[in-house]
């Protein structure tokens, strides 16, 4: 094998080494070790992950590798390395949620993503870190090391799929599963510099499920996320919530023709209508983007604000009781290991009544008919992922204020209500040099137009910069 196929085995992505497993070039073994190496370089500073298990992971991989020397691979994707959020099961692996309030018991069973990914013979490399019980856009977290970004040590990953951002970005292998609830698989992507894809409400069945829940890939390229996306979305009766299995053409991305987006209507959304106003780095690289949707044939047009305040703050009341509920039946030791930030977050749960309650859990189907509505008249519609880009490490959100909690989720919450699918994928660069994210939202169900539409994009950005190196290199 040569050297240059060998060194470079942990950049690949996943078609990459799927070729080079079916011409007997390079093993899921070879690159298993590779990747390995990589994270043992990078994982001092980075502390992304949780669990890892190298051992487990090269046995993952001997078995791909006699089953592709038979000619019989799972799947496209068998033998190639992933990282799996530590809130999806994983059997025999505890879930401690990012929180050490929680009593440390092995999971029975994989959950539905992890499930499919063993199904199809993804090499299993760790879990990757969330803050306590994913109520942060943030690193952060009681139970886990704090998590940091590749791009600058210094700043946040974001969250709540953390670990899974940051191992993206610095390329622990070329899949990595996340979840997101109101921008926890987008916004790490955006502040990391990759794509992550948020699909259509059940979509890829998940458990347990729960309004606007969803897990979806983060990787590199949009083609690895849909080369996941053919895996996670296999049907699973465990997910009431659940589509039903459509057999998509996940990985024919190709728009024809020099114009990719020719005839196609295109909203540019600037304003979230609440939340902190975007940075001017990030509208001008947002605004970019749009530009070239343009040039490639899109009639790009603005769209008018569609969500408000008060719909915001009843779902932050809602998320504040249910949270409070949960606190309150842990014993008082276990309760006072949680985040302190968190605490104070829910605190307010005590003080609220049912009719704020019930108000709040209304501003879920006001959030999802005004999203859908407003997208209505368009085939896709843009926005920046966050109105900032990545903020410093140690806080819990980018005002590190637990009563202003949501103002930078302004441009994703609402998409997990409407169940619309929204993919975050860079478009440049502040001049310090952090990623900036360009989320693509789609009509509800319209999950391989995203990708589609993401993958021309990639096409159209130009050359990114090279993704960061391990220190000391």
């Not at 169900?445 to 190196?469: F, I, K, M, N, T």
Request: aromatic share 8%; glycine share 10%; hydrophobic share 45%.
């Amino acid at each position: 094998m040569a050297l240059a196929v060998t060194t470079g085995l942990h950049q690949l992505g996943a078609a990459a080494l799927a070729a080079l497993y079916r011409s007997g070039d390079a093993s899921p073994v070879e690159a298993t070790q590779a990747v390995l190496g990589h994270i043992a370089r990078w994982e001092p500073h980075l502390q992304a992950l949780y669990a890892p298990d190298a051992d487990a992971a090269l046995a993952m991989a001997r078995a791909s590798e006699a089953r592709w020397r038979a000619g019989t691979p799972l799947s496209a994707i068998d033998g190639v390395p992933c990282t799996i959020k530590e809130n999806i099961a994983t059997r025999g692996v505890p879930q401690p949620m990012g929180t050490a309030a929680t009593v440390l018991r092995p999971a029975p069973e994989d959950a539905p993503p992890a499930a499919r990914l063993r199904e199809a013979g993804c090499v299993f490399l760790a879990k990757t870190t969330m803050p306590d019980y994913g109520m942060l856009s943030s690193g952060l977290s009681s139970f886990h090391p704090l998590t940091r970004n590749p791009w600058d040590l210094r700043m946040n990953p974001g969250g709540s799929s953390a670990g899974a951002g940051a191992a993206a970005a610095a390329g622990y292998g070329p899949l990595h599963i996340g979840t997101d609830i109101g921008g926890s698989i987008r916004l790490p992507a955006g502040w990391c510099g990759v794509v992550g894809f948020k699909p259509s409400l059940g979509r890829v069945p998940i458990d347990p499920p729960y309004a606007g829940r969803v897990a979806g890939p983060m990787t590199r390229t949009v083609e690895d996320a849909a080369l996941m996306m053919a895996v996670l979305s296999r049907p699973d009766w465990r997910d009431a919530m659940s589509l039903p299995w459509q057999d998509l053409a996940w990985t024919d991305l190709a728009l024809p023709g020099d114009a990719p987006f020719a005839g196609l209507k295109v909203g540019l959304l600037m304003d979230a209508g609440w939340g902190d106003a975007v940075q001017p780095e990030v509208a001008a690289a947002v605004r970019a983007a749009a530009q070239a949707f343009a040039l490639a044939g899109a009639a790009v047009e603005p769209l008018a604000p569609f969500c408000t305040r008060e719909m915001a703050e009843g779902l932050d009341n809602f998320w504040r009781m249910r949270s409070w509920l949960d606190m309150e039946a842990l014993p008082p030791e276990r309760r006072e290991q949680v985040l302190p930030y968190i605490r104070r977050w829910v605190a307010r749960g005590a003080e609220l009544g049912g009719p704020e309650v019930f108000r709040g859990y209304s501003q879920m189907a006001a959030l999802r008919d005004a999203a859908v509505a407003a997208c209505r008249p368009f085939d896709l519609v843009l926005s920046p992922v966050s109105p900032m880009p990545a903020f410093p490490a140690e806080q819990a959100s980018p005002l590190d204020d637990p009563q202003r909690p949501f103002e930078h989720i302004a441009f994703t919450l609402p998409y997990n209500m409407s169940e619309q699918p929204a993919l975050a994928i860079n478009c440049g660069y502040t001049a310090a040099g952090l990623p900036i994210g360009l989320q693509i939202i789609g009509r509800r169900h319209d999950d391989l137009g995203v990708l589609r539409a993401a993958h021309a994009y990639e096409g159209l950005r130009g050359p990114q910069r090279a993704w960061p190196a391990p220190p000391g290199r």
